[in-house]
């Protein structure tokens, strides 16, 4: 199915060890949207859902952007000539404080505080502060 987006994509959610069913719902949800809307994600994306997305945790969207806990290489897979065959988009799960903090400062700012505060972004059951 046609996509708009630069490059092919693919969407990958890192979570902790038994987390692994939010992960796959986290793509799923995310991949209907992209099917639904004909558009890839971009970076620095928040995508809210307005209510918990994942049963008994605090978790209400996705921030779409780099991996945080992987090297800058991971962004991109490239053929043998170094052209771009796919981007890899990260998807970071966020509680709604956070989504808060993207609408009323920005995403920037909340790309700031997520690095200051280093909340363990990896665990879906975290509570943020």
């Not at 046609?2 to 692994?20: F, H, M, T, W």
């Not at 998807?91 to 009323?104: F, G, H, K, R, T």
């Amino acid at each position: 199915m046609p996509i708009a987006a630069v490059y092919p994509q693919e969407l990958v959610a890192s979570v902790r060890a038994g987390q692994d069913g939010a992960a796959q719902h986290l793509v799923r949800l995310t991949l209907e949207l992209v099917l639904s809307q004909r558009r890839g994600v971009v970076n620095n994306q928040v995508i809210p859902n307005g209510q918990p997305l994942l049963a008994r945790t605090a978790i209400s969207g996705i921030l779409v952007g780099a991996h945080p806990y992987l090297e800058d290489s991971f962004t991109a897979v490239f053929d043998d000539h170094h052209r771009v065959i796919a981007e890899m988009m990260a998807l970071i799960p966020l509680a709604d404080s956070e989504i808060a903090q993207a609408d009323s400062r920005g995403i920037e700012a909340l790309i700031d505080l997520l690095e200051e505060t280093n909340p363990p972004l990896l665990d879906v059951t975290r509570r943020p502060n």
